[in-house]
């Protein structure tokens, strides 16, 4: 008798559990005098900086845009979920942002993620553009855009402004082989490296669960003669090496890409070893363009730190999603199915000036993939300056 | 009925009311389904929950019943994953019938898995002492490192494999990349359902009760409790301990297919196949109660759901997280919780007889 007692509140319990988050499901929730934009990326664990950079990014954006009278004359409304960099947590958020009655999807923010969820939004048809999610193979439907770069043209981009300047004619590369955006583009460098005439002398991965030592790289590098040393990784372990590298009193050039912004940042680092280092960025935080010098004083205002890429990046997708979404004018009564054939149709149209785009803009091709021109920036004096 | 229920062997009643409770929860998520009354979170939990699971009750099997502390059943759910998820990516293009691919994608990642724990278990297993969590442990890193620097891709000249990148396959001009390191197996077809993830929960169930039940399970168990003496009787402990090692990995193996199939991308990272996600099926076993398969299940429910259902909370759902678990093993397992559950469930059924009379 006792047993099937609690077997039975095991039953109730079980139940209400499902009915509890059953709640407030519908077909198409959301109100329809709002826009409800969801965010989706790890705002908690190893790679909570870019998930909390462009969650700040994007509710400065929305601040503004709401401040000047909203999205077609309608207040947008922001939700940001975290997933611990999974994919699994990752489906989960965007579960539960449907259940907000999200309209749109700022998101995913890393690249894995994106995978699983990029396959959801393409299955339910709902507009997503994200901030950072760089592997081309993000791009699975019609429906979903990227901001930044792909990791392939970063690598291609960087092998040829190295082969073009004449940088360095032996190159060593320092990788991440866990992270897809890291060997995606070192995959990439080391084809188009090949085709340049561009030598490359010494491949040395880490992973992520060994990301705290990379004498080993460096001295393969050194051995093998390289005169610069390629760095296709974020700025934390970049921060290491650079201050190995000095250490051993190894000094080849060192080249980054968009991951190695905010390396001036990082605490306890002291930026002087970060001279003369190169990097291919979109964004450049004290750059004398007005947008941007107003973007990182709000942000700076906001959230005390200096913002980096990932957060000028989701900037920029909500500000496509405005030029867009003007041009499809699109309204809140619409599903989000109706919303996202509208967007998709305008996307390829708009052409904004962003923070991250340059003098040139930025612009989409059908197939989600953005144009935009990369800059290249080395450290002098503790800032970034433009290459030419 | 009820005298039938009481009369009845206590084990058997203990699995009936098991597969009672598996197969109840899955008729009323059904009729709620059917009714549109389940927000689109739980939709997508509901794989996730059957996957973890079995996971528990097959480390449940290892702990509960051989004594073995194993820290690697995450690894054992990644060698499932990825053969599985290799073998439909295989298959794919060759128009076998969607059903039947995943039957034998099942069969190959069991296998594979039981494979694997089998391996490991003939040199360990003839070890006493805490061995098998050492080397368990080290599986799953190792084989979540291997796999990330794994590279095989298919032509028309069969397989290339490599451990370098894509390019150093030398795929020919019809070549494409099946498992391509980092980035894992992309593109797997979603065929985990929450039916097919309850038939495996209660299959992975009746091996293990009737395992545990069975000539073998009596002396998996005599070699916990007593390993002197069960060698003094002729059991032959190392066969005994293969067997239920082997069984356990095989079962996390299914878990493992599960999972493969029901997200679109699967890699192999830390959050997913590594050393947390093993403590944390450890966890569901310890909270639900070592060696009772039941228990494992309500855990790995709860736990799965848990921190979804705090989303609210935003940042400090984490925190709440932890706080909730302790409070739970607390009220679980603490002697004098358990003394006033009796005694308040006790005075409850009084009243009512009372009340009756």
Redesign the interface.
């Known amino acids: 008798m006792k047993k099937l007692l609690s077997m039975a509140l095991a039953l109730v319990l079980a139940v209400g559990c499902l009915t509890a988050c059953g709640g407030g499901s519908g077909d198409k929730g959301g109100s329809s005098d709002t826009f409800r934009i969801g965010g989706i990326g790890p705002a908690t664990g190893a790679a909570a900086i870019y998930g909390n950079a462009v969650k700040y990014g994007t509710q400065i954006a929305v601040d503004e845009i709401n401040e000047a009278g909203g999205l077609n004359g309608y207040q947008i409304e922001y939700d940001f979920q975290d997933d611990v960099h999974d994919a699994e947590k990752s489906v989960n958020a965007y579960n539960t942002l449907k259940d907000w009655g999200m309209d749109m999807l700022v998101g995913t923010v890393t690249t894995a993620p994106c995978l699983a969820v990029a396959d959801k939004t393409v299955q339910d048809n709902m507009f997503t553009i994200t901030p950072s999610a760089s592997s081309p193979d993000v791009l699975m439907g019609d429906n979903v855009f990227q901001v930044c770069f792909t990791d392939p043209n970063q690598g291609s981009k960087s092998a040829e402004y190295i082969s073009e300047n004449k940088l360095a004619t032996k190159v060593g590369i320092i990788y991440d082989s866990s992270d897809v955006y890291s060997d995606g583009i070192r995959a990439k460098f080391v084809e188009t490296a090949k085709s340049l005439n561009l030598e490359v002398v010494s491949e040395a991965a880490f992973t992520a669960d060994s990301k705290t030592d990379f004498q080993t790289q460096l001295k393969q590098a050194q051995d093998a003669g390289a005169d610069l040393v390629f760095l296709p990784i974020y700025y934390t372990e970049a921060s290491i090496i650079l201050k190995q590298a000095n250490d051993m009193g190894y000094a080849p050039k060192f080249f980054g890409v968009d991951g190695m912004d905010g390396i001036l940042t990082v605490e306890n680092f002291d930026t002087s070893l970060a001279e003369g280092v190169m990097l291919l960025t979109p964004f450049a935080a004290d750059s004398e363009d007005e947008a941007v010098k107003s973007f990182v004083t709000k942000y700076q205002e906001a959230y005390k730190e200096i913002p980096n890429q990932f957060a000028a990046d989701a900037y920029d997708a909500v500000y496509a999603i405005k030029a867009a979404a003007e041009k499809a004018e699109i309204t809140p009564e619409m599903t989000y199915s109706e919303i996202s054939d509208a967007m998709k149709a305008a996307m390829v149209e708009i052409n904004i000036k962003g923070l991250t785009g340059g003098d040139e803009g930025l612009k989409w091709e059908a197939t989600g993939e953005v144009n935009k021109q990369p800059k290249a920036v080395i450290i002098q004096g503790g800032k970034y300056v433009s290459m030419e | 009925m009820k005298t039938g229920i009481k009369n009845m062997k206590k084990e058997v009643?203990g699995q009936l009311?098991t597969y009672?409770?598996v197969i109840?929860?899955f008729i009323?998520?059904q009729v709620?389904l059917s009714l549109?009354?389940?927000?689109?979170?739980?939709?997508?939990?509901l794989v996730?929950l059957c996957t973890y699971s079995i996971v528990a009750v097959a480390l449940n099997l290892c702990v509960g019943y051989l004594g073995e502390l194993s820290l690697g059943h995450a690894g054992f759910m990644c060698v499932g994953a990825f053969s599985s998820a290799f073998f439909t990516k295989c298959t794919m293009t060759t128009g076998l019938n969607e059903n039947v691919r995943f039957f034998l994608a099942l069969l190959v990642g069991t296998l594979t898995a039981a494979l694997f724990g089998y391996l490991i278990g003939i040199p360990v297993l003839r070890l006493r002492g805490d061995y098998l969590a050492i080397v368990t442990l080290a599986f799953g890193?190792i084989i979540k490192?291997v796999i990330?620097?794994l590279y095989i891709g298919r032509d028309s000249a069969g397989f290339h494999f490599g451990m370098k990148?894509?390019?150093s396959l030398g795929l020919g001009e019809d070549g494409e990349v099946l498992v391509n390191?980092?980035?894992?197996i992309?593109?797997t077809p979603h065929q985990s359902t929450f039916t097919i993830g309850v038939i495996l929960l209660l299959i992975s169930l009746f091996v293990c009760f009737q395992l545990v039940n069975s000539r073998s399970g009596r002396a998996i168990m005599a070699i916990r409790d007593n390993r002197i003496a069960a060698e003094s009787v002729g059991i032959p402990i190392t066969k005994y301990k293969l067997l239920a090692f082997t069984i356990s990995a095989a079962i996390a193996g299914i878990g493992g297919v599960l999972?493969a199939h029901?997200?679109?991308?699967l890699?192999a990272?830390?959050?997913?196949f590594g050393y947390n996600m093993s403590i944390m099926i450890l966890v569901f076993v310890v909270l639900g109660g070592m060696g009772s398969f039941r228990g494992s299940v309500?855990a790995a429910?709860l736990l799965t759901?848990l921190p979804?259902?705090l989303?609210g909370l935003?940042?400090y759902?984490?925190l709440i997280y932890a706080i909730v678990l302790i409070a739970m093993m607390l009220f679980n397992w603490s002697p004098k919780l358990i003394e006033f559950r009796k005694k308040f469930?006790a005075d409850v059924?009084k009243k009512k007889e009372k009340e009756a009379a």
């Not at chain 2, 029901?262 to 991308?265: G, K, R």
């Open positions: 009643r009311i009672g409770l109840g929860v009323i998520v709620m549109g009354m389940i927000s689109n979170l739980m939709q997508g939990l996730p890193e490192n990330n620097v990148d894509e390019t390191g980092a980035k894992g992309m593109r999972y029901n997200l679109s991308t890699t990272q830390p959050a997913n309500i429910v759901m979804e259902i989303r935003a940042d759902r984490m469930i059924f």
